[in-house]
């Protein structure tokens, strides 16, 4: 699953909402493990919980029309 900004830029609409479905599924599974105190990797959660703002940041830059230009960084 893409875990970087630019990797969701590049997914389309339909594909993002899909991938969010899956991220909050799989959340909501973690967190009952979680309350039943079974859960082996909470640091999961936060992983998805970030993954998620970078999937709504995704949809909401597609929804607005807005193309964000990766600058390269400048040699020292």
Do not use: C, Y
Not at 24 to 42: C, I, M, S, W
Not at 46 to 54: D, F, G, I, T
Request: proline share 3%; charged share 40%; aromatic share 2%.
């Amino acid at each position: 699953m893409p875990t970087d900004i630019i990797e969701f830029r590049a997914l389309t609409v339909d594909e993002l909402n899909v991938k969010d479905r899956e991220a909050r599924e799989e959340a909501f599974n973690l967190r009952l493990q979680q309350a039943t105190g079974v859960l082996e990797k909470p640091s999961r959660l936060r992983e998805l919980r970030k993954e998620r703002a970078r999937i709504q940041t995704a949809l909401s830059e597609k929804a607005k029309g807005l193309t964000i230009v990766r600058k390269e960084k400048a040699a020292k």
